[in-house]
């Protein structure tokens, strides 16, 4: 059983900010899982923006994203996050928080097997 609930998405304009919180079970942060956050726009495919272990280790970024997003975790309160700011139009879609149980963290989306309901966001011009 595991469960990941996001929340924080809402709608700001360019240039805004927005953070996205996921809460995770519990055992989530007493184990090993990779924690990721996908988006998914319509009409295109599902990518990975940020991943992080629950163990600690490298963060994944996709490159679109870079230097604007932070990943980041708190095990005490089995939640992460992902700060989002200087938002842009391109950045709107549905973000989904993610686990893949595993030692590593990868950026597929066909190799996590736990997903959230998502969390809308829209970036206007």
């Known amino acids: 059983q595991v469960q990941l609930v996001e929340s924080g998405g809402g709608s700001v304009q360019a240039g805004g900010s927005l953070r996205l919180s996921c809460a995770a079970s519990?055992?989530?942060?007493?184990?090993?899982?990779?924690m990721g956050w996908f988006r998914q726009a319509p009409g295109k495919q599902r990518e990975a923006v940020a991943t992080?272990?629950?163990?600690?280790?490298?963060?994944y970024y996709t490159d679109s994203v870079k230097g604007r997003f932070t990943i980041s975790q708190d095990g005490a309160k089995s939640t992460v996050y992902l700060q989002m700011n200087s938002l842009v139009p391109e950045d709107t879609a549905m973000y989904y928080c993610?686990?893949?149980?595993?030692?590593?963290?990868?950026?597929?989306?066909?190799?996590?097997?736990?997903w959230g309901q998502g969390t809308q966001v829209t970036v206007s011009s």
């Open positions: 993610a686990a893949r149980y595993g030692l590593i963290c990868k950026k597929d989306p066909t190799s996590f097997g736990y």
């Open positions: 992080i272990h629950t163990s600690g280790g490298g963060t």
């Open positions: 519990e055992y989530i942060y007493r184990s090993n899982y990779c």
